[in-house]
């Protein structure tokens, strides 16, 4: 049996670089994602800036019309003047040309703030625009960077898939047979060593019969607390 947890030991090496592998190669991705949600987030100021812009340029072509229509009024008021007949007409007519006037005023003032406005927007929009650029480039960046290293990653399985199918022929179906099944629900740590009379894997002391059955390296020896395999400690 000695010959069978020294094989196992060899398998838990290589299980353990291939549990870190693994995760690494799913965690990769979501760092990925990430940058493509902030690439996400830029374009989706930019659409709000561009939704603004297009909304105070409407207001500027109401405004423009309410312009025109103010003027208009001024200019029939002004007609009217040579139609009057008494003062009070003609008073009454110059007041309606004052207010007018005024109105013609506010507008302009109204038309003055919103093209101020759009300028505004649209300098906003400009420097949103090249945020979005500067996060496409970045995620590009990242996503032949994540490219590479999962490129890596790949080969490291490959190899270490290799190793692992050379030494399974060389174990026994029963211990293999639970040695996968503690692998499987210990997250890929199934055998540890015994350190000081306690499990390297949970850190429990062992009663002193486990540890003189680990000691003697004939069976294989499960720990009380976490049901991994115990194996003495390099050199022991």
Known sequence: MADQIETLRKLQVIDTELFRLRAEQRQKPLALEQAKQRVTEEQAKGQA???????????QKEKELELSTREGNVKKFQLQLFQVKTNKEYAAIQQEIAQAKADISLAEEGILAVLEA???????????????????????AEEAVVAKELAVVQAQLADYERQRGELLPLILPTALSTYERVLANRDGLALVPLIQDSCGGCHMVQPPQVVNEVRLNAKLVMCQ???RILCLQDGA
């Open 118 to 140: 759009i300028d505004l927007a649209m300098k906003q929009h400009k420097a949103q625009f090249a945020a979005v650029a500067k996060q496409q480039d970045a995620y590009r």
């Open 225 to 227: 607390s976490c049901s």
């Open 49 to 59: 800036l561009d939704a603004r812009v297009k909304a105070l340029q409407m207001q």
